[in-house]
């Protein structure tokens, strides 16, 4: 095994990475499993994306509308251009497609609107540029390149999706941060911008990362390309799976009992839950639906990325296959290797955080691991559970990963939860704890095994505290889950078809103990109210609320768009 590795090191040094992308790094990071099957392998797919084929019509049409003076189009003229630069490849049925029709449409005027008084010469649509990043060369392609009066560059990168990302997402976004350093590169002084220009919501945002937002995405890429060129392909279970071309080849995929579940629950408009969207959701409504039903996306938070880098050092510890059992010097170079870098303030907090997270590893190992080690049964197994209710109905899913499941030796089972929020908990608190109750339930009834007791890490205060759950734990939870699957079902439902603010009605905001750190406490009604209180009622943090984007599934266009006729 060491002698293997030893090889595909040596070989890796050896190899190119070839030219990359924005979308090949994002498409790795997505699943390592599919970049080989869709870059590298013969098990291409030749399937048509009707996503694709709607992104590109949309930015043919805006080409034509710019080809002329774009003051003087009127709608007739741009249902034309939509006509003439219509793509049908990919859709589902003629509903499907109608849907897409009425949104490029709508989307299309609304551009036009409020681009009337463009005076840039257009001098590139769909630009190909090659340049470096992390020593890496990159080709990307632009949306639209213009010249404004100033005879400065304008680069604008078009999305057609309804997923909306801010100012400070855009920052630290990969193929944003890529094709900004790029830009820079070609154009150099001359660049005045570049911009993101989401059709869907209208709105164009200009991006210009941090000295370290790229040098957080210069590790991530090296980190990738250094993976890639190795040979680490292994699969990365989710959500998103449930499109992916390559399900039925996939490997990990044909494990699940059903691997288009995720979808087809979507798409019936059933529901696809996660602890994290109920711990959202019972914490505040409002937050649940800025994310989960209008898709907003949140900003890098430094207590998530601590927290991923503390579960992928755990995932290495636990999963390890190698001679006798890991030692500490394994765990704290994994614990390095997987460190992730968003959403600190400054060097100085990033710093402070990696090494308290060094202190945390070296006190788990000597407390936890040193002479009592043993592998895991399973570590962060992806998992989608059938659930229904007298409320909901059948065909709803509990989906998640469970960090790690261990054999006991006598048949029975038990799970571990890792923690690094600054609260510890009290064994009450862990006694009554709904995602230990859900994952326990999700092991005897997915997984089919006997979980003898459950557990929560709390790697800031080097503490385990264990439980266990009973038959009427399990019934009084999906109680609970057929309550607020309710709630949601019905308020999504009537969301769909009214303005915003009418929406947002049906999902009031709650205070709790988290409110100081949202993303969207600028907007929120009790903004004022949520000021007056002690810091220790609304400043806290946890990693439980991370989102998970692939939970959002593809970037879908909106409900109220269905059933409408061209």
């Known amino acids: 095994m060491r002698i293997k590795q030893l090889f595909r090191k040596i070989s890796a040094f050896f190899t190119s990475a070839g030219t990359l992308s924005p979308g090949k790094i994002s498409a790795y990071l997505a699943c390592p499993k ?13 399937a048509s994306s009707h996503y694709l084929s709607f992104a590109n019509s949309l930015q043919d049409a805006v080409e034509v509308m710019h080809s002329d003076d774009i003051a003087g189009l009127d709608e007739k003229e741009i249902f034309e251009i939509l006509k003439n630069c219509w793509k049908s490849q ?31 010469r257009i001098i590139g649509v769909k630009e190909n540029v090659s340049g470096k990043f992390a020593g890496y060369l990159f080709n990307v392609r632009f949306g639209q390149v213009s010249k404004n ?56 945002i200009a991006v210009e990362p941090s000295e370290k937002d790229r040098a957080d995405c210069e590790k991530t890429v090296a980190d990738t390309v250094k993976k890639i060129k190795l040979g680490y392909f292994a699969p990365q ?32 408009k059933r529901l696809a839950m ?34 991923l880098t503390v579960h992928k050092a755990m995932e290495d510890l636990y999963s390890y296959d190698g001679i006798g059992e890991p030692s500490l010097k394994f765990l704290l170079s994994s614990y390095e290797k997987n460190w992730e870098s968003g959403g600190y303030e400054s060097e100085e907090q990033e710093k402070a955080f990696f090494d308290d997270g060094m202190e945390w590893m070296k006190n788990y190992y000597e407390k936890y691991m040193k002479g009592q080690w043993k592998k895991a049964w399973k570590t ?68 089919g095994i006997k979980i003898k007791e459950a557990a929560l890490v709390f790697f800031r205060f080097n503490k385990i505290i264990r439980t266990s759950r009973r038959d009427e734990d399990y019934k009084n939870m999906l109680e609970l889950i057929d309550r607020l699957c309710a ?77 409408k006729k061209r």
Request: glycine share 8%.
């Open 149 to 204: 009066p100033d005879g400065k560059i304008e680069v604008v990168q078009f999305k057609t999706g309804k997923r909306f990302q801010n100012e400070a997402s855009l920052r630290s976004d990969i193929p944003s941060v890529i094709n900004y350093s790029v830009a820079l590169q070609r154009w150099g002084g001359k660049l005045a911008s570049y911009s993101v220009y989401n059709l869907y919501h209208g709105v164009k």
């Open 274 to 307: 996660s602890y994290s969207k109920f711990s959202l959701y019972k914490n505040c409504p409002r937050n649940y639906k800025r994310i989960y039903v209008d898709k907003i996306s949140t900003k890098p938070r430094h207590f998530f990325s601590i927290g």
């Open 380 to 447: 962060e197994p992806y998992f989608e559970a059938p659930i229904q209710g007298p409320h909901i109905g059948a065909g709803h899913l509990l989906v998640g990963f469970i960090d790690r499941i261990e054999d006991n030796g006598d048949g029975t089972y038990s799970i571990y939860d890792y923690k690094t929020d600054p609260l510890l908990r009290t064994q009450e608190e862990v006694d009554n704890d709904l995602q230990l109750t859900m994952y326990s339930w999700v092991c005897e009834k997915y997984f």
């Open 90 to 120: 990919g859709y589902s049925s003629s509903g499907q497609e109608d849907s897409f029709w009425l949104a490029g449409l709508r989307m299309l005027v609304d551009y036009m609107n409020k681009n009337r008084f463009f005076r840039n």
């Open 237 to 268: 279970q989710g959500p998103l799976c449930s499109w992916c071309e390559f399900a039925s080849v996939c490997p990990a995929r044909k494990l699940l009992p059903d691997p288009r579940a995720y979808k087809r629950v979507l798409e019936s």
């Open 34 to 46: 599919k970049y080989q099957y869709q870059y590298l392998s013969a098990k291409k797919s030749y």
């Open 487 to 563: 709630g949601i079902l019905q308020n999504t439902e009537e969301a769909a078809s009214l303005p915003r603010e009418e929406a947002d009605k049906l999902f009031m905001p709650t205070i709790n103990k988290y409110c100081g750190g949202c993303d969207f406490l600028d907007e929120c009604p009790r903004k004022e109210e949520i000021l007056r209180k002690k810091p220790s009622e609304v400043m806290n943090i946890s990693e439980d609320l991370r989102v998970n984007d692939g939970e959002l599934g593809p970037d879908e266009l909106g409900s109220e768009l269905k059933n």
